[in-house]
């Protein structure tokens, strides 16, 4: 007798589920909910269409309800929204049209994805006001650009969704504003990473209003206005709110499925829940952090397509196991490209975890070939060596050094491990020394003592009596700019001037980059002195200093 699967909800871990399922078993009978009439889109794809690099809508349609009936003969109800799911007696209840109805099943799929947040302020109901999760909100925001041709907007949120809509914003020839609640934006990489791309933003004329939330918002007929916290008004013809998603698991609330703590559904390892043949995947799911094993919550569509194969791996007597979301990801600001793997030195801090960290700024190929561009690569490492982390900022190049680091981290590797990966090379795509190379070899010289670092946030603690802060680079550089209290004694002259360095305290250095100042660490070491080379050096410290300032 064949099985007769129901799965709630399409894009990325429905639709897979689905395919997947009907691969593994011609007989079953598979019927695949969704509320509007979109069954699986290219979601991380809306804020391009609606910047008009995507040219064709058509192109974010990924499966069309007759589409994956004539290939996998599913029979796809479109406008059909299940309203409850009665587990005990293996049943849901649907709403479409009218209609209600009741449909029984022997395996269960969830995949109701999440929603975007819409906190009750005053006057967040203007028509002006929108969010971008589907496509209905696409061809709702596209609509109003393209017809009311607003001059200004205002875009909440410096998630990825909300950078994205920047920039397609700008691209369309509207003068942008972001509002970001946190102190920077892109919080899955640190402030360091992040500010870069803040810059990126500026210099495409972006105003940028910083660890400023929004109190509320009024109606001023043409244009909306924007109260932030700090009583600032600001005012422009479109809003798009992106601070966030939520599970939209409303309508199990009476099924007697397990939540977690922010109402995700709480899976196994096999994407089961509480009840028995019910499985739920992606974005409404909470999974296991890869890198920690605790539960934690991470909407990305390559998990939601993983857990999607391996529900329907599970239910056709397969035993596949989803073993966690290391959070990977990427996104295009402008002209730069900002992508991380693992945990960020935030994630570590609070997990209490000892770390590592180095920065590097390699080129993105051989420098003698034209086009190169610079990389800006943080590692984080344990002190065993293990790989922990990495993000890369950069016009070249990041996606792929950030996709070995990611592979690396995978298999629990460690930056031996880096400094030993063969990757491709030829001078228009790398260098002999690949940027992970170095990033693993700099890592390593760490942990074998060859020398100190120090970071960042470290210069503001500096004990001035105890330590001496030298800048290896040449005089010219050191002229045009250089962090203050530092003195000059160029790498190539630090043999001839050893006399001038005080054996008694610490010695700090920094150069450019790095490199010389590991040169110059490593001939102070070698003499008797107790040397640290600043990580990512003066271009880090010059980068980290930028700040946003809105302009009128």
Not at 16 to 32: F, K
Not at 167 to 176: A, C, D, N, T, Y
Not at 446 to 460: E, G, Q, S, Y
């Amino acid at each position: 007798m064949s099985k007769k699967i129901l799965i709630v909800g399409g894009v990325a871990g429905g639709a897979s589920a689905a395919a997947r399922m009907r691969r593994l078993d011609e007989t079953a009978q598979i019927i695949m909910f969704e509320r509007d009439n979109y069954i699986s889109f290219a979601n991380c794809g809306l804020p391009y269409y609606i910047g008009e690099t995507i040219q064709e809508r058509s192109k974010l349609l990924v499966q069309t309800p007759e589409a994956m009936y004539r290939r996998f003969r599913i029979d796809v109800r479109v406008n059909s929204e299940v309203i409850a799911v009665m587990p005990d007696e293996k049943k849901v209840r649907v709403r479409s049209g009218e209609e209600i109805y009741e449909e029984t099943y022997d395996s269960l799929i969830l995949s109701p994805g999440a929603k975007a947040l819409k906190p009750p302020l005053n006057g967040i109901e203007n028509a002006k006001i929108m969010t971008l999760r589907n496509i209905p909100d696409t061809d709702r925001i596209k609509k109003y650009v393209d017809h009311e041709q607003p001059k200004t907007a205002i875009v909440i949120g410096g998630g990825y969704v909300g950078i994205e809509m920047v920039e397609s914003l700008v691209e369309r020839g509207i003068k942008v504003s972001l509002v970001e609640n946190n102190p920077q934006i892109l919080t899955p990489v640190d402030p360091e990473m992040a500010i870069i791309a803040a810059k990126e933003l500026q210099d495409h004329g972006v105003n940028q209003h910083m660890s400023n939330g929004v109190q509320g918002f009024e109606d001023l007929g043409k244009e909306v206005g924007v109260i932030l916290a700090d009583g600032t008004k600001l005012a422009a013809e479109l809003v798009i709110l992106a601070i966030g998603v939520r599970p939209d698991t409303e309508f199990l609330k009476d099924s007697g499925l397990a939540f977690g703590p922010r109402g995700h559904l709480i899976v196994d390892a096999n994407m089961k829940t509480n009840k028995q043949d019910v499985y739920a995947v992606g974005d409404a799911v909470e999974v296991v952090d890869y890198m920690s094993g605790k539960k934690t919550a991470i909407p990305l569509a390559g998990p939601a397509n993983k857990q999607g194969r391996i529900a329907a791996d599970n239910i056709a007597g397969l035993t596949s196991t989803y073993k966690g979301t290391q959070g990977t990801s990427i996104i295009k600001v402008f002209n730069l490209t900002v992508a991380g793997t693992g945990h960020n030195e935030k994630q570590l801090k609070a997990a209490g975890v000892d770390y590592h960290t180095i920065t590097v700024h390699p080129g993105s190929h051989a420098g003698y070939y034209p086009g190169a561009a610079p990389i800006t690569l943080k590692l984080l490492f344990a002190p065993d060596g293990k790989v922990l982390g990495a993000q890369g900022v950069g016009a070249d190049g990041v996606d792929k050094r950030i996709d070995s680091i990611a592979t690396v981290i995978r298999f629990g590797g460690s930056v031996y491990d880096l400094t030993e990966l063969e990757l491709a090379y030829a001078p228009p795509y790398s260098s002999a020394k690949d940027p992970v190379n170095f990033a693993g070899y700099v890592a390593e010289n760490v942990l074998t003592d060859k020398t100190k670092v120090f970071t960042l946030d470290k210069i503001a603690e500096r004990d001035e009596a105890a330590t001496m802060f030298i800048d290896v680079r040449s005089p010219m550089e050191h002229a045009k700019g250089h962090i203050p209290n530092s003195i000059n004694i160029p790498v190539d002259d630090m043999r001839e001037r050893l006399a001038e360095i005080d054996k008694s305290k610490e010695i700090w250095v920094y150069c450019q980059v790095g490199l010389r100042g590991y040169l110059a660490s490593r001939i102070l070491k070698q003499n008797g002195y107790n040397v640290k080379n600043l990580t990512g050096g003066y271009k880090s410290y010059e980068m980290a200093s930028f700040v946003p300032t809105p302009q009128n």
